[in-house]
């Protein structure tokens, strides 16, 4: 039952949005009649709530392996899957400059390939992302699957297939709560990644490496 306002009217409930935490709701005794209600409801659909990620994945140990050999990366398109259908969020946004930035700091950092550019190079490796959300036991679970292809010129050499899924939290108020997950998922699907390339070293040595007698 609601309490009596100062007046002696009856106190309404109300809808009052926290800034910065995105989608999350406070709510609070104060009068306001229904076209104020109606009004607030109009404005938080049409804000929205939008997450930006921006990530920074860092290789969990240096290379096992080096490739004497210039590496071009080209990032395809990135596909995301399911972030507009969870509750309390209207949209994730990632920007495929950041994943593209991203992928080519990681391999700068990594050392695998004597030197990273996304301009031509002896080698070209060529990447395409899915992220997929999905709510899985009341957790939010993120999966990012990467596609690739190594090849020489025009001569693809080998595919490759990485993927990992990484559990977020059991609401997605801020933006960490999609960033952090995110990130980690990434970070674990480019260790794979570059761990299978540099298990094929042979394939990318062997015809600069001069025979043996």
Not at 6 to 17: E, K, V
Not at 59 to 88: C, K
Request: with cysteine; proline share 8%.
């Amino acid at each position: 039952m609601l309490k009596p306002s100062a007046d002696g009217g009856p106190r309404r409930r109300s809808i009052a949005i926290v800034p910065g935490e995105c989608a999350r709701l406070t709510v609070r005794y104060l009068p306001m009649s229904m076209p104020v209600k109606i009004l607030v409801l109009l404005l938080i659909l049409l804000t929205g709530c939008v997450h930006r990620i921006h990530v920074n994945p860092l290789p969990a140990g240096p290379a096992s392996t080096t490739i004497p050999r210039s590496l071009q990366i080209t990032v395809g398109p990135l596909a995301i899957e399911g972030a507009d259908h969870q509750p309390g969020i209207a949209l994730l946004k990632w920007p495929h400059r950041d994943l593209s930035q991203a992928i080519v700091r990681y391999a700068r950092l990594r050392e695998t390939f004597s030197s990273v550019f996304t301009d031509p190079a002896e080698l070209t490796l060529r990447i395409a992302t899915k992220l997929a959300l999905a709510d899985r036991q009341g957790r939010y679970h993120y999966h990012i699957r990467m596609q690739a292809e190594l090849s020489e010129g025009d001569r693809p050499i080998k595919a490759y297939l990485a993927e990992h899924t990484a559990a977020g939290s059991l609401a997605r108020w801020v933006t960490a709560s999609d960033r952090d997950p995110i990130e980690s998922a990434l970070q674990s699907a480019l260790d794979e990644l570059f761990a299978q390339i540099e298990t094929d070293r042979s394939l990318y040595v062997d015809q600069i490496d001069p025979p043996i007698k």
